[in-house]
């Protein structure tokens, strides 16, 4: 057998599976179906991600440029429970879990986005 | 040779996998107390800048709570006790904002300063007195708004202008003739989701699934080439001893509670939907069907977590 023929199909045969490789880890390293994040950012800067995926009931204390924001997680929805905005729109948003909701907080602006794959296009 | 360009083809093939997939260009800005999310197919980066300095410039001219800096807007008005010169394009959405509350009562732009105390008292969760929605029902009825020569506006009376109602549709009525101008057909224009222009979607039928509030488990419709607008309590909405009162007034009664708690309106202009799903909130459903006939809308109406009417062209789907 050639040695050349030989040689170039060895290398023909890595390649491809470097290619197959390399898909596979963009594939897993995007957004895992089913999973939720929310992002948190103070005037464009995000100061924290938070994974509702996990279900956990936690509270986040988020400094924003006229206070204070409790943010609470519980069920894999995220809400704004305590601010100190004067017309407490961020509050009463209540919790929210689709992908593509956000809650904002113009008073501190604060923005909390959750990414994840909408089910929507457009949630109304 | 034949190795050489067997690998440049196969690093093409993994910078191309690596590729973020992203198919359509998009851009956030914050206006009206809002994000407004601009998706578009087609066009380039300029179209998506262009539709941002419209949302702005709007945002500016319509704002109640702050003067801006160099125009004369709705804060501008309110604060001032002579005619003030305003641009022309606030002038035109304030005559058609006339034009309207000419037809239906129930929308008067001259309700700010009562939307403003009910939003304060509901900040509190209180609901606002008798004695203070008498006094400011009273402002409303003795004031009025005079639309002058050479685009001059002044309230006479103690009312304040509210165009919270209007101005991102009206917004997305430019927007929408900004992209056809530039041929632009596959977009989305998603102003806090209460003020949607859909175009069509970059898919075989053009169609966007537009999920229904959360009040309605997993429900939603298909829709392309409409504005889609949506007033609702579900969000702002504040629950007093039972009864969930809204941000959204009734100008005659100056009560906070609706008759529905959402409504969302199909139409073919962004302010006559705005306002149109603002005003249906204190409808029954006869009179809604009603309107749908002579303002050639469709409407979808929710209760509580039920859709409880729905236009018969409008086909609400389940995930």
């Not at chain 2, 004031?143 to 202008?161: C, F, K, M, R």
């Not at chain 2, 100008?251 to 199909?266: E, K, Q």
């Not at chain 2, 149109?276 to 909130?281: A, D």
Request: proline residues 2%.
């Amino acid at each position: 057998m050639d040695k050349t023929k030989l040689r170039n199909d060895i290398i023909l045969i890595l390649s491809l599976l470097l290619v197959a490789a390399v898909t596979l880890i963009v594939l897993l390293t995007r957004t895992t179906p089913g999973k939720k994040t929310a992002h948190i950012s103070v005037s464009n800067q995000e100061v924290e991600v938070v994974d509702l995926s996990k279900n956990e009931d936690k509270e986040y204390l988020i400094n924003g440029t006229n206070g204070v924001l409790h943010v609470h997680t519980h069920e894999g929805a995220i809400a704004v429970i305590e601010s100190n905005c004067p017309h407490q729109d961020c509050v009463h948003m209540g919790y929210i879990s689709e992908a593509g909701r956000s809650i904002v907080c113009i008073y501190n602006q604060v923005i909390i986005t959750i990414d994840g794959e909408p089910i929507n296009d457009v949630e109304l | 040779m034949k190795i050489n360009r067997l690998l440049s083809l196969l690093s093409i093939a993994i910078l191309t996998s690596c590729s973020s997939g992203k198919n359509y260009l998009d851009g956030k800005v914050f206006c009206f107390n809002t994000i407004v999310q601009s998706i578009l197919y087609e066009g380039n980066n300029n179209n998506i800048t262009d539709i941002k300095n419209i949302l702005l410039e709007y945002d500016a001219l319509t704002d109640n709570y702050a003067k801006r800096t160099g125009i004369n807007n709705v804060y501008t008005i309110n604060n001032s006790e002579e005619a003030v010169e305003v641009d022309p394009k606030l002038y035109n959405i304030l005559s058609k904002c006339m034009e309207v509350s000419q037809k239906y009562e129930l929308f008067n732009p001259l309700c700010g300063s009562l939307a403003k105390k009910w939003k304060s008292a509901l900040a509190n969760k209180q609901i606002l007195d008798e004695a203070t929605i008498n006094e400011e029902l009273e402002k409303i009825k003795n004031s009025t708004l005079v639309l002058g020569e050479n685009n001059t506006v002044q309230i006479i009376g103690e009312a304040e202008l509210d165009l919270g109602a209007v101005a991102k549709g009206y917004a997305n009525d430019i927007i929408r003739d900004y992209l056809a101008t530039s041929s632009i057909t596959k977009y989305l224009i998603n102003s806090g989701v209460s003020s949607v222009l859909a175009g069509e979607k970059n898919n075989t039928d053009g169609l966007y699934n537009v999920g229904l509030p959360l009040v309605v488990k997993r429900e939603y419709f298909k829709a392309k080439n409409i504005f889609i607008s949506t007033s609702g309590n579900y969000e702002q909405g504040v629950e007093i001893e039972g009864k969930t009162y809204s941000h959204i007034v009734n100008p005659i009664t100056g009560s906070a509670l609706n008759t529905n708690d959402a409504v969302v309106v199909l139409s073919d202009s962004g302010y006559l939907g705005d306002i149109y799903s603002t005003l249906l909130m204190m409808y029954d459903i006869d009179d809604i069907k009603t309107f749908e006939q002579e303002e050639n809308v469709k409407t979808i109406v929710i209760r509580g977590t039920e859709i409880v009417y729905h236009h018969p062209d409008i086909e609400v789907l389940t995930h």
